[in-house]
Structures are given as structure tokens and as C-alpha cells.
T-cell receptor, first 114, second 110 residues
């Protein structure tokens, strides 16, 4: 158990809909990262938040957004969903500063868009 | 981050050491070598990382060549539960995200 929790575990929704994925980092960790894993793209970094502020952006679509709240949990919002958004979405957290530290991953949310 | 190259798959007998190679010939001086693994759609799991010196923890050992162009992750006594995709990542000290490649599918055979 990494200490990172994600809800829900599974999500099935229709095209055009909007969903919110939630992540609680390990106790004391200030950084939260979101990754997407699809069959054809592998594990890809989406976005990082550090202590409530966005710090790095990867291949995140404009239809996707995220935020980190004062209690340090984070939410990833996916809107106008398309079939291609079906994937595993992982949240990871790391402690302290912004630099290279090991990241601890949650169990993921499996999103299926029908 | 430097590109890493790993064999797509490897087999190992249960109880034997699993040696997973990684090539990172263009690694720069401030880039660390990180290893993660992912067991069948679970979240990736941090294993170990190093810069220059060999490292060992309760999970594995990391051997980095003197020129730092390659490394080997060693699982000393592989078990069936070690069957996973293993990712080798070169990552600078200032980098924020992890850049995952294709990794090596390690299958531990009974």
C-alpha cells in the first residue's frame, strides 16, 4: 500500500459526459502528479501540482483540468469525453520540494467511455 | 531526460536472481537512474534509484557502470509476485515528471 488513495476505482460513462477523479496523497506529501495510461500510448504524464499550485504540464488535453485543494487532495476533471479517453488514470505523490524524489502511485481509476 | 533502452521481455526462474539491463548512453551528469515496476495494471511501484554509486535496498540492487551509460537492476531471489513490467527512467534532479518508456516484461517462471 503506497498510501495514495484514488476514487472511484472504476468509472463507466458515455461520450460527451464529464467526470471527476479524486486523489489523496500520502500524508505530508505536497506534490501530486496525474498520469494517463492507455493501451496505445503507455504511461503519460499529464500535470503536477505542488502545494496547491500548478507546477508542470505534460500532454494534458484542453478538455482536462485539475486542481489541488488546501487539504492537498487533488481532482482531475475530464469533460466532453471521447472514446479515446478510456484509460487508467493514476495519481502519484512525492514529498517535500519540487525536484527529483521518488513518486508513490495510487491504485488508479479505470475510466471506460462508451 | 535521457532516452533509455530495455529489452521488451525476459524470463527468470523462481528463486534465481533476475538481472534487468538498461542502456542510457546519453545520460547527463545530473540525471539519476530510477527503476519502477508495474504489476498488471496496478499503480507503478518505486523500486530504487541511483546517481553514480551502486545502491541496495530491501527490494533490489542497482548496479551502474562506471561510465554511467548502462545499469542493471538485480532482484536477488525472484518470486512469482515479481512478474511485472519494469521501467528504467533517467531523470534529472530538476525534472518533475517521470517519463516512462516501454519497459521490460519480466516473467518469473515456477
Amino acid at each position: 500500500d503506497s498510501g495514495v488513495t484514488q476514487t472511484p476505482k472504476h468509472l463507466i460513462t458515455a461520450t460527451g459526459q464529464r467526470v471527476t477523479l479524486r486523489c489523496s496523497p500520502r500524508s505530508g506529501d505536497l506534490s501530486v502528479y496525474w498520469y494517463q495510461q492507455s493501451l496505445d500510448q503507455g504511461l503519460q504524464f499529464l500535470i503536477q501540482y505542488y502545494n496547491g499550485e500548478e507546477r508542470a504540464k505534460g500532454n494534458i488535453l484542453e478538455r482536462f483540468s485539475a486542481q489541488q485543494f488546501p487539504d492537498l487532495h487533488s481532482e482531475l476533471n475530464l469533460s466532453s469525453l471521447e472514446l479515446g479517453d478510456s484509460a487508467l488514470y493514476f495519481c502519484a505523490s512525492s514529498g517535500g520540494g519540487q525536484g527529483a524524489r521518488e513518486q508513490y502511485f495510487g491504485p488508479g481509476t479505470r475510466l471506460t467511455v462508451t | 531526460d535521457a532516452k533509455t533502452t530495455q529489452p521488451p521481455s525476459m524470463d527468470c526462474a523462481e528463486g534465481r536472481a533476475a538481472n534487468l539491463p538498461c542502456n542510457h548512453s546519453t545520460i547527463s551528469g545530473n540525471e539519476y537512474v530510477y527503476w519502477y515496476r508495474q504489476i498488471h495494471s496496478q499503480g507503478p511501484q518505486y523500486i530504487i534509484h541511483g546517481l553514480k554509486n551502486n545502491e541496495t535496498n530491501e527490494m533490489a540492487s542497482l548496479i551502474i557502470t562506471e561510465d554511467r551509460k548502462s545499469s542493471t537492476l538485480i532482484l536477488p531471489h525472484a518470486t512469482l509476485r515479481d512478474t511485472a513490467v519494469y521501467y528504467c527512467i533517467a531523470r534529472s534532479g530538476s525534472a518533475r515528471q517521470l517519463t516512462f518508456g516501454s519497459g521490460t516484461q519480466l516473467t518469473v517462471l515456477p
